[in-house]
């Protein structure tokens, strides 16, 4: 019996230990000169983009317009709806030049698209229908993905939305 | 005559993450029978009183209807959504002394999710848990009558258990997109109690924990490399009360149907030691478990549904799901 214990245990650990990254976290930057905001960094592609409500919405001409654009990316989840919910009471209104864009990338049609935007209680932002996910290929983007692009056509920012934190200090240094 | 009554357990998401499309978290979930007796809780299994060891085998299907959002408004997932997770739970408890048990939980977590535009199938580990009960009494606790004051006496367990991030979370090398997620990428530590009091045919339990995060450094989400930072999750409060009826069959084999209220709350995290007020959540919900038990106590057959309560102000921030629980355990004594 102290066997069988034993070698549970035993398989325990192994399963535990065996190339789990997250057993582990790594404080070290992993970011090369070609990551987001690196000095050879990628400038950002321009895309257009039909919008919940048919407006055309292209990225090189709302940067004429704008000191940058933001793309943030939902499906319509609790944390998608903190996330946005936080945007619009905290952020967006603080920075008039800059083009805030929810990226909406399940719901498969523009009407769709548009329905689960009122649904839950967007209909103020814009919301560009990311039918084929061209835009979640572009960016290699997933839920929450918060993207600033400068009128330099620079990726400033791709990450996860968080606590909005990072996303100020990257809009103040603008 | 010992007996069992059924426990149940919340559901843990995976991750807020998975939520709505996957997870989840939030962390998974289980239902196990328990009592005085033997069986189980929210985060672990618990042994028989004079059980060795026990193994216990349970599949999950957990189905996302909708979410409560900041405000505690019930809102409806997009139209045309199926979205679903499933779990295998592998547990085994053993005997380490007297009035000592521990055991150990690892779950495997498949993720299915369809929305209009976009479907996926993701599986993989989920975080495993590793836990320890010290059991207050010496003898079952469990009476047909009460003709004293000592017949009140219930079963107090006290126990601790340790999430470890086994699962594939957003900070990992395994998951690309939020659809991966099996697990919230971080350690967590409960204080567990349980008092379970059983005058047959009722049983009532009452059961709480509270769980601190480890916090973390993170140096990527899905795979890109960002600026390092450093999060934790709140702080996380369970509580739970269920009522249970047993009838005995012939040859003392036994049916129990119980009923379960649960709350589930988790605090603010933080980033660089700053708040993030955006993972907060809560969540109620109900729970209806019948089990089978043979007069021996060895077998026993246990099927749970749960249900978040599709209300407003019954929870926040966290998906509203229906959770099909089957499972069997067997004791060795």
Request: net charge negative; with cysteine; proline share 3%.
């Amino acid at each position: 019996m102290r066997f069988i214990k034993l070698l549970f245990i035993l398989l325990t650990l192994f399963t535990l230990t065996g190339c789990l990254d997250d057993l582990t976290s790594d404080s070290k930057d992993k970011r090369s000169d070609t990551s987001t905001g690196g000095d050879n960094a990628a400038p950002a592609l321009d895309f257009t983009e039909l919008s919940t409500e048919n407006e055309t919405i292209q990225l090189s001409s709302e940067l004429l317009n704008h000191d940058a654009v933001v793309l943030y990316y939902t499906m319509w989840c609790p944390l998608c709806d903190s996330h946005m919910s936080h945007m619009r009471s905290n952020i967006i209104d603080n920075y008039s030049n800059v083009r805030f864009l929810m990226v909406d990338y399940v719901s498969g049609t523009v009407s769709q698209s548009r329905s689960s935007q009122v649904s839950n209680g967007y209909a103020s932002l814009t919301v560009l229908a990311d039918t084929d996910q061209s835009l979640v290929d572009q960016f290699n983007a997933t839920m929450g993905t918060t993207v600033v692009i400068d009128d330099q056509n620079n990726i400033l920012m791709n990450e996860d939305y968080k606590n909005g934190a990072r996303l100020i200090d990257v809009l103040e240094a603008l | 005559m010992r007996k069992r009554s059924p426990w149940v357990k919340s559901a843990l998401p995976v991750s807020a993450l998975l939520l709505s499309s996957s997870a989840l978290l939030l962390p998974s979930s289980s239902a196990y029978a328990a009592s005085c007796c033997g069986g189980g809780n929210s985060s672990s299994l618990v042994l028989p009183k004079f059980g060795n060891q026990m193994i216990d085998v349970s599949v999950d299907i957990e189905d996302y209807k909708g979410y409560w959002n900041q405000d505690g408004d019930y809102k409806k997932d997009p139209q045309g959504s199926d979205l679903n997770q499933y779990r295998l739970n592998m547990g085994y408890a053993f005997r380490i002394a007297d009035n000592w048990q521990a055991n150990v939980i690892v779950p495997y977590v498949w993720n299915d999710n369809t929305y209009p535009g976009i479907t996926s199938k993701e599986n993989g580990l989920g975080d495993a848990s590793v836990s320890f009960w010290y059991e207050t009494f010496d003898q079952v606790t469990c009476v047909y009558q009460v003709n004293s004051i000592e017949d009140l006496r219930p079963a107090i367990y006290v126990g601790g258990t340790l999430t470890v991030p086994t699962g594939k979370s957003a900070y990992g090398d395994d998951a690309t997109s939020s659809f991966d997620i099996t697990g919230r990428g971080l350690y967590r530590f409960d204080a567990n109690l349980l008092i379970e009091k059983t005058v047959y045919p009722f049983t009532v339990t009452l059961q709480g924990s509270y769980g601190k995060y480890l916090e973390r450094d993170v140096n990527q989400e899905y795979g890109t490399a960002i600026e390092p930072y450093k999060k934790n999750l709140g702080d996380r409060k369970f509580i739970s009360a269920s009522l249970g009826y047993t009838y005995f069959l012939e040859e003392l084999d036994t049916v129990t149907f119980t009923a379960a209220l649960s709350d589930l709350r988790e605090d603010e995290g933080e980033i660089d030691g700053v708040s993030d007020p955006l993972t907060e959540f809560k969540k109620q919900s109900t729970a209806l478990t019948t089990a089978y038990a043979t007069s021996d106590l060895r077998w026993v057959f246990k099927g749970t549904w749960s249900h978040a309560l599709r209300e407003d102000g019954k929870g926040q921030n966290f998906p509203t799901t229906d959770i099909f629980t089957l499972g069997v355990s067997y004791a060795f004594y």
